[in-house]
């Protein structure tokens, strides 16, 4: 519901870890948030399946030290240990095998790197049901669920929660969890169907918040609206 403010507050976070890095972002969709990156980066490449996104990317973002390639984040045509830094905002949900896209995530990392890696918090979207509401979205994971997927393959991971602390949106977000509760025993692929500007409609609006008032911490993280994992691949003995 809040595109451009969600995504703004991750990048900032981000930007702890890519300082004079080399980064690999996957799923960069238009490109902004690498170009925000590439500005203390030591090199970015940005990814996406999508040659329209891509081209808009390489024409507003590119740089010296700023590349867009189309690229499928489950079989990227990177060496192996290239990147001390990958991104991998609100991808892994779209995905039929999350676990082989981590394993090819681990491969791309320098040993030592870090995988900063997003994803919505099953709770706000398909609580209780198989099959995810959102007609785009393939697998969606709880807190639990989430964090043991990354130590699968990384053994010092962290999940912390994004959250929107101000009134307004803590209201919305008590009535999505009201919502899904009233509409639990229809099916997911009545749900699917309908067109998303109705759901938004039944949801009701909110304005966007502050990027002040958006917070990522580790503090109540299994109820937050997104996880943040920080996954640290294991240096070399």
């Not at 900063?116 to 007609?135: A, V």
């Not at 067109?195 to 109540?220: A, C, F, H, Q, W």
Request: net charge neutral.
């Amino acid at each position: 519901m809040y595109p451009l403010t969600d995504h703004l507050a991750r990048y900032n976070f981000a930007s702890k870890y890519t300082n004079n890095r080399n980064v690999l972002e996957v799923g960069c969709g238009t490109g902004y948030g690498t170009g925000l990156i590439a500005k203390n980066s030591t090199f970015v490449v940005g990814v996406d399946t999508s040659v329209p996104a891509i081209s808009y990317a390489k024409r507003e973002y590119s740089g010296e030290n700023c590349e867009f390639l189309v690229e499928d984040g489950a079989s990227l045509a990177f060496a192996t240990e290239v990147f001390d830094v990958l991104l991998s905002f609100e991808m892994i949900e779209h995905l039929s095998d999350p676990n082989h896209y981590l394993t090819e995530i681990h491969r791309v990392l320098k040993k030592g790197g870090v995988l900063i890696i997003s994803t919505p918090n099953k709770l706000f979207t398909s609580p209780g049901r198989r099959t995810p509401i959102w007609k785009y979205h393939l697998r969606e994971f709880y807190y639990e669920e989430f964090k043991q997927i990354l130590k699968q393959l990384f053994p010092d991971v962290i999940v912390l929660g994004q959250r929107i602390e101000n009134p307004r949106n803590l209201a919305w977000d008590q009535r999505v969890k009201m919502l899904h509760r009233v509409a639990r025993l229809l099916p997911s692929s009545l749900i699917r169907s309908l067109p998303l500007s109705m759901i938004y409609r039944i949801m009701g609006d909110v304005p966007e918040p502050k990027l002040e008032e958006i917070t990522i911490s580790e503090k109540n993280a299994s109820t937050a609206r997104t996880f943040i994992g920080i996954c640290f691949k294991a240096e070399p003995h």
